[in-house]
């Protein structure tokens, strides 16, 4: 055989070796079409090039055209086949699912999106800002007051409680929001109890709480706020007034709806994550050579990536929801 095919036949070796490491790669992947697109493109270019490789040598030039070409599709056949069969095997031994039970047969759990968790990191940082901006917000509303007299200085005592009060609910949120926004809950590598476990269920409840406290707050704070300052004497004209320029700031922010409802689904499908992981403690590992959580039990895999899955769907679009609304406020700053 001439070198050219000899060469031909080696790259042809090597798409192989990439496209099947691929699948491998892919195999847990909740799109199953992901694996499905490397399998053909492993199956067909090698095999088309196996037989045009094959046919091109000069060992078979003198053979009659339809035993040449039983010949060749058979042997194409019978190597694509058999690499196949042997790098398969190679990787799901490499992956530690051949051979007896427990870790070794045992299917990955997919983890949630590290870009996904590095958005939930600057969100927390996005947080922060703003509570530090509510003080010295807070802080020109009080000399405002002082300094002021009549409706203005009213108006000024008013906006000051009434931030005080978001303050107070907005610090409940970030410190409940903090160590999630540190965490990755359902990484299971320091995980040896279930209290653990518990104890990282207790976070999302605790988040779950704060989140529904914003989000309720959001919902009546411009009948609070309307009722504060009434409350206040001051004249239903300009508490008309007032309560139109907060209503005019509030709808520049109605997007934080959205990412409130998405802040639940995500904690909810966290919840049922970590709850599916200790009602089943002793039918998953955490292999540290794999970096993932394992399973005896394909249908365990398949529920506990469908939540991941979840996850990583509402914190993406919770991501894009909170770039809109940073956009959107740099065009129209609140007033």
Same mark, same amino acid.
């Given at each position: !055989?001439?070198?050219?095919?000899?060469?031909?036949?080696?790259?042809?070796?090597?798409?192989?070796? /990439?496209? /099947?490491?691929?699948?491998?790669?892919?195999?847990?992947?909740?799109?199953?079409?992901?694996?499905?697109?490397?399998? =053909?493109?492993?199956? &067909?270019?090698?095999?088309?090039?196996?037989?045009? *490789?094959?046919?091109?040598?000069?060992?078979? /030039?003198?053979?009659?055209?339809?035993?040449?070409?039983?010949?060749?599709? &058979?042997?194409? =056949?019978? &190597?694509?086949?058999?690499?196949?069969?042997?790098?398969?095997?190679?990787?799901?031994?490499?992956?530690?699912?051949?051979?007896?039970?427990?870790?070794?047969?045992?299917?990955?759990?997919?983890?949630?999106?590290?870009?996904?968790?590095?958005?939930?990191?600057?969100?927390? *940082?996005?947080?922060?800002?703003?509570?530090?901006?509510?003080?010295?917000?807070? *802080?020109?509303?009080?000399?405002?007051?002082?300094?002021?007299?009549?409706?203005?200085?009213?108006?000024?005592?008013?906006?000051?409680?009434?931030?005080?009060?978001?303050?107070?609910?907005?610090?409940?949120?970030?410190?409940?929001?903090?160590?999630?926004?540190q965490a990755r809950l359902l990484d299971m590598a320091d995980i040896?109890?279930?209290?653990?476990?518990?104890?990282?269920?207790?976070? =999302?409840?605790?988040?779950?709480?704060?989140?529904?406290?914003?989000?309720?707050? !959001?919902?009546?704070?411009?009948?609070?706020?309307?009722?504060?300052?009434?409350?206040?004497?001051?004249?239903?004209?300009?508490?008309?007034?007032?309560?139109?320029?907060?209503?005019?700031?509030?709808?520049?922010?109605?997007?934080?709806?959205?990412?409130?409802?998405?802040?639940?689904?995500?904690?909810?499908?966290?919840?049922?994550?970590?709850?599916?992981?200790?009602?089943?403690?002793?039918?998953?590992?955490?292999?540290?050579?794999?970096?993932?959580?394992?399973?005896?039990?394909?249908?365990?895999?398949?529920?506990?990536?469908? !939540?991941?899955?979840?996850?990583?769907?509402?914190?993406?679009?919770? *991501?894009?929801?909170?770039?809109?609304?940073?956009?959107?406020?740099?065009?129209?700053?609140?007033?």
């Open positions: !055989m001439r070198a050219s095919n000899l060469k031909r036949l080696v790259l042809i070796l090597l798409w192989q070796v /990439v496209m /099947v490491s691929a699948v491998v790669y892919f195999d847990a992947s909740p799109r199953p079409w992901i694996p499905g697109v490397f399998a =053909v493109a492993a199956l &067909l270019p090698p095999f088309l090039c196996y037989i045009a *490789a094959v046919d091109d040598a000069p060992l078979f /030039v003198k053979w009659p055209r339809i035993l040449k070409a039983s010949v060749v599709t &058979l042997s194409s =056949v019978i &190597l694509t086949v058999g690499v196949y069969v042997g790098l398969f095997v190679a990787g799901y031994a490499i992956e530690g699912k051949l051979g007896g039970g427990g870790r070794a047969s045992a299917a990955r759990g997919h983890e949630p999106n590290a870009a996904l968790e590095a958005r939930r990191r600057e969100s927390g *940082a996005a947080l922060k800002a703003q509570l530090n901006y509510d003080d010295k917000l807070i *802080a020109a509303l009080d000399r405002t007051a002082r300094q002021t007299t009549g409706e203005q200085a009213v108006v000024a005592r008013a906006s000051a409680e009434f931030l005080r009060n978001q303050q107070s609910i907005l610090s409940n949120y970030y410190a409940a929001a903090k160590p999630l926004v040896e109890t279930t209290n653990e476990l518990e104890k990282r269920k207790t976070m =999302v409840t605790r988040f779950l709480g704060a989140n529904g406290g914003v989000s309720n707050y !959001m919902g009546k704070a411009e009948n609070d706020y309307r009722t504060l300052l009434l409350e206040k004497g001051l004249p239903e004209s300009r508490v008309d007034e007032e309560t139109k320029r907060l209503r005019a700031n509030m709808e520049k922010v109605g997007q934080t709806s959205a990412i409130f409802s998405l802040n639940d689904r995500v904690g909810q499908s966290e919840l049922r994550a970590l709850g599916l992981l200790e009602s089943n403690w002793d039918s998953w590992s955490y292999d540290s050579s794999l970096r993932k959580t394992v399973f005896k039990d394909e249908s365990l895999r398949s529920d506990f990536n469908r !939540m991941v899955s979840e996850i990583n769907t509402a914190t993406k679009e919770r *991501a894009g929801v909170q770039q809109k609304l940073e956009q959107n406020l740099q065009q129209n700053p609140l007033q």
